[in-house]
C-alpha cells in the first residue's frame, strides 16, 4: 500500500491538487451553487449532478487526526486518494503536504477541503470538551459540513453516529428488562446528551440528503479504537454490578474491526441509495442491534 501521507496539496491550508479528481471538478464544480438549509420548507432544491453515485476515488477526512479518521486514513491508504481537515496537525513527520489546519465550523475551510473530491466522512466530534464542544461541533459544525457537501456536489457523505442514539435499550437489558436488539428502523433512544445530539446529526444529515438530494450514508459506530483489541479497552460503559467477565463480552459483541470498518466504509461509498442508516460494528451474537440497513431513495 501506498503512504497515506499524499503530495494532493501543496501546503497546510491551501488547495492545489491538481492531481485529485480534476476531471469531475472541471465539470461539475466550477460554479458551485450555494446551499443553506431551510428551517421549513415545501419543495426540494437539489444540487445533484449527472456524476452522482459511486465513481471516483478521493476522499476528504473532517476530523481526520481523531481516532476515527486516523483509522480510516491508515485502511484506505492505497485504495483512495485521501485529503484531510483538522485542528490538529498529525503525524511524526510534522505537516503533511495534503493535510489542512481549519474547524469544521470554518465554511470556507470545509469548502476549500471538499472542492475536488469525490467522497467525504465526517468524523469530527467535540466531546472531550463538554456541552460546549458538543454545541460547536455535532451541532453547528455538522449543519455546515452538510451544506457544504451539498454545495460542492460530492457523490456521498459518509457521517459518523453513535450507537448510543439507542442506548437507553442497553440500559434496559442491563436493569434485567426485556429487550430485543435495536434496529435502524426503531425510535432513537439517547443515553446522554452526546447521543442526544448524534441524534440531531442523523436528522440534519437526512434533512440535508431529502431536500439537496445529495447522497448520504449514516454510520452507528460501536467500539473502534487506535488499538484493535477489544480485551484492552478499558474505557467502555461499565453499568453498575457489572462483572469483568460481561465487560469484555459486551466489548467482543460491539466491536469494530479496522478491516471491518475499512469494508463497511466502502460499501456506503459505493451504494448508490439516496439515504442510508445502520449500525457499524460485528453482527456477532449478543450485538444489542441489528445489521439492517434503512435505505431510502428519492422517488
Known sequence: MRSIQRKISSGVGTDNRSGLSRARQDVSQGSPVPFSLPLSTVTRNHCTTDLDGPGGRSLAVLGAAGVVGTITRAALAGRYEITGLDTAQTGPGGESPWWSLGSITDRQAVLRTLTGCDYALLTATGAKAGWDGLKTVEIEGTRIVCEA????????????SSNHVTGMTEVDRWEGLPTAASSPQDPVRPDGLYASCKAFVEAVARTTSEVSGLRVSVLRLGAMRLLDDPDRAEDGPHPPGQGDADYRRRMRSVWMPHDLW??????????????????ASRSDAGTPWTPQVLAWNYP
Do not use: D, I
Not at 457537501?149 to 459518523?160: T, Y
Not at 475499512?262 to 449500525?279: P, Q
Open 149 to 160: 457537501a451539498a454545495e460542492a456536489r460530492l457523490r456521498r457523505l459518509v457521517v459518523v
Open 262 to 279: 475499512a469494508k463497511v466504509l466502502m460499501e456506503e461509498l459505493m451504494s448508490t441509495e439516496t439515504f442510508r442508516l445502520r449500525y
